[in-house]
């Protein structure tokens, strides 16, 4: 079993950044591939971005591409989002997810988070 906790949410004007924080307890964090996923209201959630296990591989949702990056601490347990010139359509809740294969997939993450909830004012 993989625990993942999300941190970093809260209310930002359109143009400014938030950095989201997912901490992972369990099993060995560097063993999984790691995902960001996001869900606005009355809307399927979607993938965003997601990373290797060794930070090595990025790959990213082309809404998001120049803007988002995110990245892993293996040391720290710890897979961030750093969201830039965020705009209102970024409006969300914020999953983590935790999988066995690098993958835009939802159905390949067993592993979720409780979500943190992103929203971006006009």
């Known amino acids: 079993q993989v625990q993942l906790v999300e941190s970093g949410g809260g209310l930002v004007q359109a143009g400014g950044s938030l950095r989201l924080s997912c901490a992972a307890s369990?099993?060995?964090?560097?063993?999984?591939?790691m995902a960001w996923f996001r869900q606005a209201p009355g809307k399927e959630r979607e993938f965003v971005a997601t990373?290797?296990?060794?930070?090595?591989?990025?790959d990213y949702v082309d809404s998001v591409k120049g803007r988002f990056t995110i990245s892993r601490d293996n040391a720290l347990n710890t897979m961030y989002l750093q969201m830039n010139s965020l705009k209102p359509e970024d409006t969300a809740v914020y999953y983590c997810?935790?999988?066995?294969?690098?993958?835009?997939?939802?159905?390949?993450?067993?592993?979720w988070g409780q979500g943190t909830q992103v929203t971006v004012s006009s």
């Open positions: 997810a935790a999988s066995r294969v690098f993958s835009r997939i939802r159905a390949s993450y067993p592993y």
């Open positions: 990373i290797s296990w060794n930070g090595g591989t990025t």
């Open positions: 369990g099993r060995t964090f560097s063993n999984y591939p």
